[in-house]
């Protein structure tokens, strides 16, 4: 099993103030534990830099919420990966489903971001996922592997030179429903983006650069159970980690799974 992670996504649910007071609460509560498991929040674009100032020196990693595939240029509203790097983040999610679905985001645009991610060595969340409707229609392995075959097209027509990606297995609805999903589906798709990653760019690199997790209504219930699912080795949460108590229990059940 690799390195666990678990990855807060704030979304746009905070204010400024709650962004700061979560993350300080964070940092304190965290200095009072031992963990292995590499934690990272992702608020949004407005408090990334309040909350890198709040972080520095802690454990704590900064991650972004989205980002453009240009570094400068003409392109008003967008941020820039440069800028997310000289903001402290080492980390930043792409193709969330509420992208693809509120602003068009495409499995192409998704593979643009992520070559220019890594270009600026900032480790991206790929997340994908199939629908209700694709999963009842048998269309789930057709959708992942496309997602994630297009999410890496550009960054794999350059040699992989050794920097890190993760994949986050999210299927659309499972995301805040509070549904359940079976252990076997969730490691059988796991099991499909290692085949996918395997063929795009070879196991050897797959194994070591790539970290697959599981996104989707992770509670202090279910973590442990999704985190022993074969080949699973992390949670990406939404609504659990957006007060101190919750998060800080997710925590410490990842640190003894
Ligand atoms: C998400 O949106 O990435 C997510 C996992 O949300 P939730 O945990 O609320 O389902």
Redesign the pocket.
Known sequence: MGKKYLIA?W?MQLSINESRSLAQELVERLALIKTDTSIVVCPSGPVLSQVAGVIRGSDLLLGAQNSFWEDRGAYTGEVSPANLKELGCSFC?VG???RREYLGETDEMVGRKVAALLTQDITPII?IGETEDERDDGRREEVLVQQLSLALADAFRQPHNGQHFIV?Y?PIW????GQMIESEDVIASAQLIRKTLNELCTAAVADKFCTVIY?????TINLSGFLSCSGIDG???????LTADNFMSLVEIASRS
């Open positions: 996504n979304k999610l969330h489903s509420e997340c986050a999210e499972m995301i805040g429903s996104g989707g209504s992770v509670d949670a990406l949460v939404g609504g659990t980690s």
